[in-house]
């Protein structure tokens, strides 16, 4: 085996590692990229190869990074500003190894299958700490939101690849039915509310987008969205947690109402440019904080579209819409060119997921939730060429 082949093998193996502890492990996740870094530097400097991108990708990306570092320079702390520039780009980092080292369908495979052992062993976590009575489970994650943020993403992922018959397995759909199967019933009893909508509305959009060409998805996932409310509605904490989703007067509503307020003013403020990347926090706290506020240490705006506005002003929320709009029509393009590509399709319902869910809660902010949808975009973009030949199409 040549140093080449030997290093290419070696960084899969990294990113194979990384889906393992996708969402287990942070520290787990950050080991493995750093070593996958480390290994692709040194391949890259024996044998140079230039990345596979879509170049209307690229576009987004050097748009969204250009409005980020003129937000930073106009930023409050610009020292602050450019570091969290430098977050955005390293969090991207999956995705750049992906388009450059995974080639094969057989690792697609695998790296699924390791992802979706990481959303189960959480997920079962998850449900053994809800049966006994902790009311946000989070697995093994700092708070629920973290969990929140893989299940709006695998969750949309795994009903893609069950649903794919034509293009799975009955073995592996059967595997993957069951990974789902644990990863609903840990949406449960995770209790965000912002991800049980998002999946909601994920899951009814696909089986609508579908109908013509499946007639059985949109009736299964409408008896998957009762099964989950019969759970939820046996149980009076989550049907509690329901019945607040339209309460304004409720502490955590309320609470957000007022963020989306103090972040509209920074908006106001500072409309071009924002109050600059990561400056958020010291200006809440210190200047827009309203009376009214029950919880003025608060640090993001939970919400992404309103926090990139606060910090990044029209420029930087333009970059932003238009880099996750891309993904969106470039995904669903290249499902609708090739249906067999059903890495496209679920890289397309994820995103709806991610950016659902951020309406209520800042997860672009989140370095091991945007670490793991960057890997799904790299996914996608490298699935193209392996699904457009026929023999591929059946794992």
């Known amino acids: 085996m040549s140093n080449i082949a030997f290093l290419d093998k070696a960084i899969f193996y990294m990113l194979t590692c990384y889906a393992l502890f996708s969402c287990i492990s942070i520290a787990g996740t950050s080991i493995a990229l750093s070593l996958a870094v480390i290994l692709a530097v040194i391949r890259l400097v024996k044998q140079p190869e230039k990345p596979d991108m879509d170049r209307g990708l690229v576009q987004a990306l050097l748009f969204f990074f250009l409005t980020l570092l003129i937000s930073a320079l106009a930023a409050y702390d610009s020292a602050t500003g450019f570091a969290q520039v430098w977050k955005y780009f390293y969090r991207m980092v999956p995705l750049f190894l992906v388009v450059l080292f995974i080639k094969k369908p057989q690792q697609m495979v695998v790296v699924l299958l390791a992802l979706s052992v990481s959303i189960f062993i959480a997920g079962s976590y998850t449900i053994w700490q809800g049966i006994h009575g902790q009311q946000r489970a989070a697995a093994f994650g700092a708070n629920a939101m973290i969990l929140a943020g893989y299940l709006v993403q695998m969750i949309p992922l795994l009903f893609v690849m069950v649903t794919a018959k034509e293009y799975l397995e009955k073995r592996n759909r059967m595997l993957l039915a069951i990974v789902l199967l644990i990863s609903l019933l840990a949406l449960v009893f995770n209790a965000t509310r912002g991800a049980w909508v998002a999946i909601a509305v994920s899951l009814l959009l696909y089986g609508l987008m579908n109908i013509k060409k499946n007639k059985y998805i949109l009736p299964s996932i ?4 009762l099964g989950v409310g ?52 010291t200006l809440y ?67 709806i997921g991610l950016l659902m869910q951020g309406l209520t809660e800042f997860n672009f902010g989140n370095s091991a939730v945007t670490r793991l949808y960057w890997f799904i975009v790299g996914l996608m973009l490298v699935s193209g060429s392996m699904y457009n030949n026929r023999e591929n199409r059946r794992l």
């Open 230 to 281: 019969i759970v939820i509605g046996t149980t009076p904490a989550l049907e509690k947690r329901v019945a607040s989703i339209t309460d304004l007067t409720n502490r955590s509503n309320a609470e957000r109402l007022l963020l989306w307020q103090s972040g509209w003013n920074m908006f106001k403020d500072h409309p071009l440019t924002g109050v600059g990347p990561d400056n958020f926090e």
């Open 285 to 351: 706290q210190g200047k827009y904080v309203l009376p009214a506020a029950k919880q003025p240490e608060l640090s993001h705006a939970h919400n992404n579209f309103v926090h990139m506005a606060a910090e990044t002003g029209i420029l930087g929320l333009t970059g932003f819409v238009y880099m996750f709009g891309y993904i969106l029509y470039i995904s669903w393009h290249r499902y609708r060119l090739s249906p067999a590509n059903i890495w496209a399709a679920g890289c397309f319902f994820v995103t």
């Open 222 to 225: 409408i008896i998957v969205c």
